[in-house]
């Protein structure tokens, strides 16, 4: 039997998103209390605790996102992943929808989106 070519490796990221720079890690001062979710970026592989209301959540299985503006693109937003909402009494999309919450995690980008990642309920707290 004759073997198959090979498969073409599929480029994953463009050329220019690889050679880019590393995300420079912010200079600010760590905050002394919560950031209002606008100002999330400017602390850069920071743990800080972020504050804001969730107006648009998508829940897409493994992980569920929650943002803070209807007009998501390009700003911050939470990623809270399935180990986490699997604990909650009801689904995150719905249980913090319109909530304002205290957010504690270590801000980073994932596709030139500031985030925070949430892999344990405790990470966050509602406090309206």
């Known amino acids: 039997e004759a073997e198959a070519p090979p498969i073409a490796a599929k480029r994953l990221i463009t050329q220019e998103a690889y050679d880019a720079a590393p995300p420079e890690t912010s200079t600010l001062p760590a905050?002394?209390?919560?950031?209002p979710w606008t100002e999330a970026?400017?602390?850069?592989?920071q743990t800080i605790t972020v504050k804001g209301t969730v107006v648009d959540t998508k829940n897409i299985g493994q992980i569920c996102f929650l943002n803070y503006?209807?007009?998501?693109q390009d700003k911050f937003y939470v990623a809270m992943f399935k180990e986490a909402f699997e604990l909650l009494p009801d689904p995150p999309e719905t249980h913090y929808l319109n909530k304002t919450l205290l957010v504690t995690g270590k801000v980073s980008l994932h596709r030139d989106r500031p985030q925070i990642q949430v892999h344990d309920v405790s990470q966050i707290e509602v406090v309206e």
């Open 69 to 72: 503006d209807a007009d998501w």
């Open 41 to 45: 970026h400017q602390y850069l592989e």
């Open 31 to 35: 905050p002394e209390g919560p950031v």
